[in-house]
């Protein structure tokens, strides 16, 4: 059984941690509008090139659409981009919601994305929406790539969310499925767990974990 002591807050990323993804499905996507060796500019866990620039908010949303008709002979048209690039975004599971509710009660959960400003207004929407509720009904603060323009695992990432939320690394748990991001935040002295696919995370649940 995992255990943690002294947390106070629960940073949890978004992608693969809350909601599922299909990368496949997103490169199939792609493909199937004409883009080839698309696979080479994305995976679960770090985008390249204009990609990154996109998540690091550096260039627009029309500018990476632009990007992305350079890759292919064929006109494409922005809804034909953005259903696309959504394809990779699934479900977010309702026990996840759940368990958010019930670990905000005892804990302050803050968001920490590398996403777009594509992707995360389209999850607002299409995902949480769902649950009639919004995004600041779960979390005490979102911090997004695009808006912050750094990303993980860069390191400056997360001293400015300690330096935001004024509490000390020992105190906070992240969570994420992808490795260089937790060892670099256990670096600064997070506490980290890595999060395997489709995990459920219901041991946050127990109350032994803390103790």
């Avoid at 990368?23 to 493909?31: A, E, Q, T, V």
Wanted: hydrophobic share 40%; net charge negative; with cysteine.
């Amino acid at each position: 059984m995992e255990h943690f002591k002294n947390i106070t807050t629960l940073i949890f990323d978004f992608g693969g941690v809350l909601i599922n993804l299909d990368i496949n499905k997103c490169i199939l996507s792609f493909k199937q509008l004409g883009l080839k060796n698309f696979e080479q500019y994305l995976n679960n866990f770090a985008q390249k090139g204009f990609f990154m620039q996109f998540e690091k908010g550096q260039i627009s949303a029309a500018d990476f659409r632009n990007e992305i008709r350079k890759l292919t002979p064929d006109f494409l048209t922005d809804d034909q981009i953005d259903e696309a690039w959504c394809s990779f975004l699934l479900e977010i599971p309702t026990e996840k919601l759940d368990m958010l509710t019930k670990l905000r009660k005892k804990f302050r959960l803050i968001l920490l994305s590398n996403t777009n400003i594509i992707h995360f207004p389209n999850c607002e929407k299409a995902l949480f929406a769902k649950s009639g509720r919004k995004v600041s009904d779960y979390f005490d603060r979102c911090y997004l790539s695009y808006e912050m323009k750094m990303a993980k695992p860069d390191k400056e990432i997360f001293e400015n969310i300690l330096a935001t939320e004024n509490v000390q690394a020992n105190e906070c748990l992240f969570m994420d499925d992808g490795l260089k991001n937790t060892e670099q935040a256990q670096e600064l002295g997070i506490q980290t767990y890595l999060v395997h696919e489709r995990e459920d995370l219901s041991f946050l649940l127990n109350p032994e974990i803390w103790k």
